[in-house]
């Protein structure tokens, strides 16, 4: 089985590259460059970027080979003649099928849950050829990650493409990934004073970039808290560390993994809404911006920080550089999590952390707490969009305001992988939001992604026809991968035909994963039953469940490209079929109460000595317990609610903060 580790190697790898991609400081805050005179740092949003078109062409040839094996070995389970159609489809290069995946936000639970969902696919993790799916992570060309599913997509990524399974195997030593065993407000347990360095390590570098003159939020603040869990070997969590980066790194220049996206929401100058028709933005290695109407431009995301107007800088030949902070960008795309910080600081907070949100970061208003600011704005003055579109606001104004992906419901990321240009065949949708009651999701983000193409800022978009939420839960869609958009031939009335999508929910198989999207912390053993709970979601629990799923992911991988050839399908497919498909059919039954019963198997393979006796711990466990905590009821169909934000975020939040100003107090008396 193919390994990977992320070793001392990897990190000169990335040293390497300090001078020419890090952030010209080495620092947090951004400087001046030279650039071309000439240079033009907009585009029209029409086509696919020069530099990804490229990339995407040197990724087929990676993909190619690892696709064919894996079809080839997952169909020859269920049909006689899968080598002749598989090989007539790999004769063409154009009709080679194109993966993508999209992992949901909801927190560290997305991002542990999506991670063993990830691991299911990823040939790296041990059991995963024998027990899973592994080899589509490796056949995929596009990830994207919104939220806490970003944190998932970016910390690997722009860890030189690390594994979950290394993440596992290295758990508890020092320097180790995601490390949050305590919470990212006091990192380092009773240590209070190594958490007051880290925090004042934090200010200091949001306040240094305010110096210098930049617009600065709570994001600022949020992102460099999350950088130290992210990318614990780099110095101070990477506070000189950049997202363009990854464009000189080898793993990424050749290809070795898929195209790294993640998804913003834009909300326009002056207003606090954001809906269905909101502008949904992306972050990917080269570009930020939209293929929506409502703005149609993407800037080089290098020279973020760059006064420009209309993509030209006011300047000749001077751009900025450095201002695409990994962390930044990664806490831009959670900036929801800013509610959490907020509502910290209505406890009894240590004094320390109250002059951080106070001294440094002045100036900003209630209903911009949520907001990531970029400023001056990359956008300013462009117009490529749609005259009828009243979203010139977005151009007019000298601030571009994102906030958390998942706040126009969308919790999913499917936007970008839904663009006809890039030509995707099909997505795995892994969803680990909190929808219902207890924080399961019901299949809402797929629902609103759906609605949003008969709104005119999504009517040039495509997805494939879905129930409503009820119907989804009635018939067991989030208990098992259902697919959507099977036969093309029924979405000949969209504007194109949409890639089928593999829509895989997060549920109980080993563990009870619907933890509160604001749990901050998660001890080792908890980290552990996450991942591996999601690694038998992703994988019908190893296969036990149905032993022909495998070969089943395997037709609706190649669905399109049988169905654009006019080839014959294998004649086990359509079983498969059958019994993925959704047939169609709603049934809104009233919901009865959602039953928490454990339905715990006994089968597994994925970690388990590392979690032994943790399948039956679990069961026993109660929901209203200290060990899981759950969402609580929320009549608004919101981002909060599908996020996990509820009441009960502020208790949690108490809770944290009564403890640390106790220690506080403590220390103040001796």
């Not at 080495?26 to 530099?51: F, G, H, M, Q």
């Not at 999209?102 to 969902?117: E, F, H, N, T």
């Not at 604001?518 to 019908?540: A, C, P, Q, W």
Request: hydrophobic content about 35%; glycine content about 8%; proline content about 4%.
């Amino acid at each position: 089985m193919v390994q990977y580790s992320f070793t001392c190697v990897a990190l000169l790898l990335l040293l390497t590259h300090k001078i020419t991609a890090w952030s010209p400081n080495n620092s947090y805050v951004p400087a001046n460059v030279t650039c071309a005179d000439d240079i033009v740092l907009v585009r029209e949003a029409n086509k696919l970027s020069e530099n990804e078109t490229e990339w995407v062409s040197k990724r087929d040839q990676v993909t190619k080979p690892i696709l064919k094996s894996f079809l080839n070995t997952q169909l020859s389970n269920i049909t006689t003649n899968s080598s002749s159609i598989i090989d007539t489809i790999f004769s063409n290069s154009s009709n080679i099928p194109r993966i993508a995946i999209g992992c949901s936000g909801g927190g560290y639970r997305a991002m542990l849950s999506g991670a063993g969902m990830l691991s299911g696919l990823d040939n790296r993790t041990d059991g995963a050829n024998e027990h899973g799916l592994g080899g589509i992570l490796q056949s995929a060309t596009y990830l994207a990650g919104l939220s806490g599913g970003n944190w998932l997509v970016g910390s690997l990524s722009w860890n030189n493409w690390t594994s979950v399974q290394n993440i596992v195997d290295t758990m508890g030593q020092d320097d180790s990934m995601w490390d949050i065993t305590d919470s990212i407000i006091n990192p380092y347990g009773i240590n209070i004073f190594a958490s007051i360095s880290r925090w004042d390590h934090i200010a200091d570098a949001v306040e240094a970039k305010q110096d210098a003159g930049f617009n600065v939020s709570l994001t600022d603040v949020w992102g460099r808290a999350l950088s130290y869990d992210f990318f614990p070997t780099l110095y101070r969590g990477g506070v000189g560390y950049t997202w363009s980066t990854i464009r000189e790194v080898d793993v990424f220049t050749n290809a070795e993994m898929p195209f790294p996206i993640s998804v913003s929401d834009g909300r326009y100058p002056g207003t606090t809404i954001v809906n269905l028709n909101s502008t949904v933005f992306e972050f990917n290695p080269f570009e930020l911006g939209s293929w929506d109407p409502t703005l149609r431009a993407f800037t080089d995301i290098k020279y973020l920080g760059t006064n420009v107007v209309n993509g030209t800088p006011v300047t000749e030949g001077q751009c900025i550089a450095g201002y695409d902070n990994v962390g930044f960008l990664l806490g831009t795309s959670s900036t929801l999590f800013n509610q959490f910080l907020l509502q910290m600081n209505t406890t009894s907070i240590p004094d320390f952390l109250k002059d951080i949100l106070t001294d440094y970061l002045t100036g900003l208003a209630e209903d911009n707490d949520d907001i990531s600011i970029f400023s001056p704005n990359p956008f300013y003055k462009t117009e490529y969009f749609n005259k009828n579109e009243t979203s010139g606001s977005l151009s007019n104004s000298s601030y571009l305001y994102l906030v958390d992906g998942g706040e126009d419901d969308q919790n999913i990321p499917l936007v970008p992988l839904l663009q006809q240009e890039r030509g995707v065949d099909i997505i795995f949708a892994l969803d680990s939001s909190a929808d219902t009651e207890e924080s399961w999701p019901d299949g809402e983000s797929i629902v609103y992604t759906y609605e949003r193409q008969f709104n005119d800022v999504g009517s040039y978009l495509a997805f494939p026809y879905v129930p409503d939420q009820t119907t989804i839960i009635n018939e067991g869609l989030t208990e098992r991968p259902v697919f959507f958009g099977c036969d093309s031939s029924n979405l000949t009335d969209l504007t194109y035909i949409p890639p089928l999508v593999v829509y895989i929910a997060n549920n109980e198989q080993s563990y009870l994963s619907n933890k509160s999207t604001f749990k901050m912390s998660y001890d080792e053993k908890e980290r552990l039953s996450m991942i591996k709970n999601g690694f038998e979601v992703v994988t019908r629990n190893n296969f036990t469940e149905d032993n022909e799923y495998g070969a089943c992911i395997a037709c609706a991988i190649i669905r399109r490209s049988q169905e654009r050839m006019n080839l014959t399908f294998p004649d086990g497919c359509q079983k498969c079929f059958d019994k993925y498909c959704w047939n169609g059919k709603r049934n809104e039954t009233a919901l009865p109460t959602y039953d928490l019963q454990s339905k715990v198997s006994s089968t597994s393979f994925m970690y388990d000595d590392d979690v032994s006796g943790s399948a039956s711990a679990s069961a026993s466990v109660s929901v209203s317990g200290s060990s899981t905590v759950t969402a609580t009821s929320s009549s608004s169909s919101s981002t909060k609610q599908k996020n996990g934000a509820n009441a009960n975020a502020n208790g949690v939040a108490q809770g944290i903060y009564l403890v640390l100003a106790t220690v506080f107090n403590l220390i103040a008396f001796v």
